[in-house]
């Protein structure tokens, strides 16, 4: 239930498509600040770089986003529910 709150961003108790993508797409940043940010304590690579090679993948994760949303979406209403 808490996994589907997290998507629901306006609490309507359903889950749109944008609403879908937008939090995969807040997810991958957030992951990959993370990572930069640990990466770049190690001198590896810097922040910069992993945060440009991951905002130059988001309409690749956007597009996949939209195609799980789809295969979930098996009512074909534009909108996820919780079933209780």
Do not use: C, H
């Not at 993508?21 to 810097?46: Q, Y």
């Not at 922040?47 to 098996?74: A, P, R």
Request: proline residues 0%.
């Amino acid at each position: 239930m808490y996994s589907f709150r997290a998507y629901d961003m306006d609490q309507d108790n359903r889950i749109s498509r944008r609403e879908f993508v937008t939090f995969i797409e807040e997810s991958w940043k957030s992951a990959f600040r993370i990572l930069g940010e640990t990466a770049e304590k190690s001198k590896n690579i810097s922040l910069g770089d992993v945060t440009n090679w991951s905002s130059n993948k988001i309409s690749l994760l956007n597009e996949q986003s939209t195609k799980l949303f789809n295969t979930l979406d098996v009512k074909r209403t534009g909108v996820l529910s919780r079933s209780i």
